[in-house]
């Protein structure tokens, strides 16, 4: 029986596909990154890799059998693929909008990047090794070239996906459109680029260079606008993150600031209320005397308006006692456990102030890890702190559900926009110590350790308040 086809055309038919396996990777890969990112209902779970492929073939099919220029269909495609991320996975369409925009621009750059440089280095060499006079890039060059191309652009996908988190992770709505729209305009531009260049619209030497350096300058344009927008696509995508961090920090700072006040203030209300006790029993005693019981009680309210709480002397810093209180009553209303031993020095490098965002915000995040346990008796908050060789140590414990896990900038708050902004700047303020930090959960339970070492001089944060 006589072949259809002989080995070297059957491998050679073989090898002229591989780079349709090749775009299947990326599509995988980006299916995954979606999954990981925005969700996907068990039903539509392969969908997406299958739709994106046949949208693409039908529309390089149509390519090739019209006349209609390719940026057309290369748009188009770019919309479908936008289109089937919407449709198919979770999350909100503003997310979505970010995460489509974070694959296409992967897949637009790192693969006109490498098919511009391989192509300018393949026909250097053509040229100057073999010595071709006007070299032109084969089928087998151009399908190698792409291959590789899309095998580079799948290695970033997955190597970028290990730091997208917190970009990913509760944000405003307006902030993924605000860092979307201009990843979807660098995209367009190197798309419209990339087609003038193949039509000698960026470069052309009217003949008088010759066919191979109109190819060399064009494909180097491509490839340093290509590298250009690669560069300033990452730097704004995680500028954005860096940006939105620093913002959201300095908010929740200038919050806790305006909370130290508050405490302040009222321990020195409580503070004159005590110091006027003698004049207020007398006066009370002569209300209760006279039977003006509408005085006595007006006086009483009065009293109590002004003179707040009294909050003991439990750890040495009125401030963090008045705090310590107020999260005390907080697990008692909870009916959560709570066990606290702190000692503070009475001369001490750290700031009243600091101390507060520290306590403040580590047990608000003890709190709320122990609200969401389903068994609310199971919940416990364990503080301890003291003096251990000229070092404050603080070691706080607290019960968390055991199918939680810690990350760093990634912990749970009932608000969005407190997410995972308390432990940075708790970190902000125990380096400002020279001290260092320690977080483990496991087993149900998280732990912090904080070691700052003590100065005989106290801190002064008049610039910070």
Request: glycine letters at 8%; hydrophobic letters at 45%.
């Amino acid at each position: 029986m006589k072949q259809v086809f002989q080995d070297g055309d059957i491998l050679r038919e073989v090898f002229y596909y591989f780079p349709i396996g090749c775009y299947l990777a990326y599509l995988w890969g980006a299916d995954k990154f979606c999954k990981k990112y925005l969700g996907v209902l068990k039903k539509k779970e392969f969908l997406f890799v299958l739709l994106s492929f046949i949208s693409w073939l039908f529309l390089n099919i149509g390519n090739k059998q019209s006349s209609i220029p390719y940026i057309f269909f290369i748009i188009l495609n770019h919309l479908c693929f936008m289109g089937l991320i919407f449709l198919l996975f979770c999350g909100n369409k503003e997310k979505k909008m970010l995460a489509a925009s974070i694959l296409i621009m992967i897949l637009t750059l790192v693969r006109d990047f490498w098919a511009s440089f391989l192509s300018c280095l393949t026909l250097f060499l053509l040229h100057t090794v073999i010595k071709v006079q006007e070299p032109v890039l084969g089928q087998w060059e151009a399908v190698v070239i792409d291959s590789f191309s899309l095998i580079m652009a799948t290695w970033v996908l997955h190597g970028i996906s290990k730091y997208l988190t917190s970009v990913f992770y509760l944000k405003p709505r307006k902030w993924y459109i605000m860092t979307a729209i201009p990843l979807l305009v660098m995209i367009g531009i190197n798309d419209v680029a990339g087609w003038g260049a193949s039509n000698g619209i960026m470069v052309r030497s009217s003949g008088s260079m010759g066919l191979y350096y109109d190819q060399i300058f064009s494909y180097t344009e491509s490839f340093v606008l290509t590298a250009l927008s690669i560069f300033a696509g990452g730097f704004y995508l995680f500028g954005m993150e860096k940006i939105y961090l620093e913002q959201e920090k300095s908010s929740q700072y200038h919050a806790q600031i305006e909370m130290y006040k508050m405490l302040v203030e009222e321990y020195k209300q409580s503070e004159r209320l005590r110091h006027d006790m003698k004049n207020h029993i007398i006066a009370l005693s002569g209300l209760f005397k006279n039977k003006e019981w509408e005085k006595l009680g007006s006086y009483l309210e009065n009293m109590e308006r002004r003179g707040g709480k009294s909050y003991g002397d439990m750890t040495g810093n009125k401030a963090v006692d008045a705090l310590l209180y107020q999260k005390g009553k907080w697990a008692e209303r909870e009916n959560i456990k709570w066990e606290c031993d702190v000692q503070i020095p009475k001369i001490c490098s750290i700031h009243s102030f600091d101390f507060c965002v520290i306590f403040g915000n580590i047990l608000d995040n003890a709190l709320e890890a122990c609200e969401r346990i389903e068994c609310k008796k199971e919940g416990f908050v364990n503080i301890q702190g003291k003096t251990v060789k000229k070092c404050f140590l603080l070691e706080v414990k607290n019960s968390m559900k055991r199918t939680e896990e810690y990350k760093e900038g990634t912990t749970k708050k009932k608000k969005d926009k407190d997410h995972g902004i308390g432990l940075k700047n708790v970190g902000d303020i125990v380096h400002k110590y020279h001290g260092v930090i320690n977080i483990k959960a496991q087993e149900g339970i998280f732990r912090i350790s904080i070691l700052i070492p003590l100065k005989d001089t106290v801190h002064d944060i008049k610039e910070d308040i």
